[in-house]
């Protein structure tokens, strides 16, 4: 069987397939894990959901109705898909940039209609600039990383796990640290590993992270609804 990963992101494909060797998905039998790029697809859905689970639901079904309008059909009985979104929500700024943390620009973006057709998301260090610089010197800097993950059968059938890694945004640009990850990770401190997120080793990523906990909820769903 295969299991499809709704990403056109490797790195994000090598940070799953980890997380879900480490819960024994793969000790379950035979099992190709592959992303849309693997089979020469391009794949990059407009996410227009209004929640982390509803664009997380959304690419498994883009996903779903492309394996399927190939001919023959890449889709297998047996086959699954995850899809998962994931973004950071900042209290002070009433919970945004969250489904929007890609695309933000320091501007408040609330539904699809706000964001301009054809815009480019920013280098990582710009956002995170923009990002301090709109919270200013507000004392209530308590935020965290969200990921909706979906174990997704067919459109009638299929599981979704949300959940968090708890953090602070840093106090400045100059508090911003670590090399490892991407995008927010340098600007999100955890205050019991005293680091921000791309201070984490891959082992710690690989069990604190949002993305980490709703993939070991998704490989137990796995390993218990997925046919033999």
């Not at 035979?30 to 959304?58: C, M, V």
């Not at 921000?196 to 769903?221: C, D, M, P, Q, W």
Request: glycine share 10%.
């Amino acid at each position: 069987m295969t299991i499809w990963f709704a990403s056109g992101n490797a790195g994000k494909k090598t940070e799953l397939a980890f997380i879900l060797a480490g819960a024994g998905v793969f000790e379950t039998g035979y099992i190709n894990f592959r992303i849309p790029k693997d089979e020469g697809l391009d794949f990059d859905p407009e996410e227009t959901g209004d929640s982390f689970h509803a664009n997380s639901l959304l690419k498994a079904v883009e996903l779903y109705s492309l394996l399927n309008r190939l001919s023959p059909p890449v889709f297998k009985p047996g086959d699954v898909i995850i899809a998962d979104d994931s973004g950071i929500n900042v209290d002070a700024l009433g919970g945004r940039p969250g489904i929007y943390s890609a695309l933000y620009t320091g501007r408040v973006i609330t539904c699809a209609a706000d964001i301009s057709p054809g815009a480019k998301k920013l280098p990582s260090v710009e956002r995170n600039t923009l990002l301090l610089g709109e919270l200013g010197d507000n004392p209530h800097r308590t935020a965290r990383f969200v990921c909706s993950m979906v174990l997704f059968f067919s459109p009638d059938r299929f599981f979704l796990a949300q959940e968090t890694l708890e953090g602070e945004i840093v106090k400045g640009p100059e508090y911003a640290k670590g090399t490892g990850g991407f995008g927010y990770d340098p600007i999100l401190f955890i205050p019991e590993l005293n680091r921000t997120v791309a201070e984490l080793t891959e082992k710690e990523k690989n069990t604190y992270s949002h993305r980490a906990k709703a993939g070991k909820f998704i490989a137990e769903l796995f390993k218990k609804h997925a046919e033999a």
